[in-house]
């Protein structure tokens, strides 16, 4: 079996990441936008950028994990 670059790795895990913290933003940002009572159309913009922000900090974090467990091998 082919090992994976370490390159591949490192964006598989930003990906996953990206998608796991995107999905647990829009929730949470919902929620809060919700119990804030944030006024109209805001809403879409605060759950945007939770969504983003949620999605981009999960991403950096999961491939930095990624790349420190980059050259052990198990």
């Known amino acids: ?7 591949t790795r490192i964006t598989a895990g930003f990906a996953i990441g990206g998608a796991v913290g995107g999905a647990v933003g829009a ?13 109209g159309l805001l809403k879409v913009r605060y ?6 922000g ?10 930095a994990g ?3 467990h980059c050259g052990k091998s198990y």
């Open 1 to 7: 079996m082919a090992r994976d670059s370490c390159l």
């Open 27 to 39: 929730v949470y940002g919902t929620y809060d936008a919700i119990r804030s009572k944030v006024p």
């Open 47 to 52: 759950i945007g950028q939770t969504t983003v």
């Open 54 to 63: 949620s999605a981009a900090v999960f991403g950096l974090f999961l491939g």
């Open 66 to 68: 990624s790349l420190i």
